[in-house]
């Protein structure tokens, strides 16, 4: 994937049995964002890429380089504001 493609992917990171995850992605479906899922249970480098950014919760939503972690509408507006 190079570059470009991949500052223009937004990223849910997940978890199974979570509701505030799902919560996330029927919003960011509300207003017509694409997005790719990872389960870090089921995903290992997922769940290492949140550790080294020192997310050890999900949901988290990866918008380009930046992170917003649980549900924080208001970060994610303004993460996909500036996206």
């Not at 990223?11 to 790719?36: D, H, N």
Request: negative net charge.
């Amino acid at each position: 994937m190079n570059d470009d493609v991949t500052s223009r992917t937004l990223t849910v990171f997940s978890s199974p049995l979570c509701g505030p995850c799902e919560q996330m992605k029927a919003w960011l479906r509300e207003r017509g964002y694409s997005f790719i899922v990872r389960d870090v249970m089921m995903d290992e480098e997922a769940g290492e890429l949140l550790e080294s950014h020192g997310i050890r919760t999900t949901p988290a939503l990866q918008v380009g380089d930046r992170f917003v972690v649980g549900l924080d509408l208001a970060a994610m507006e303004e993460a996909l504001a500036d996206w």
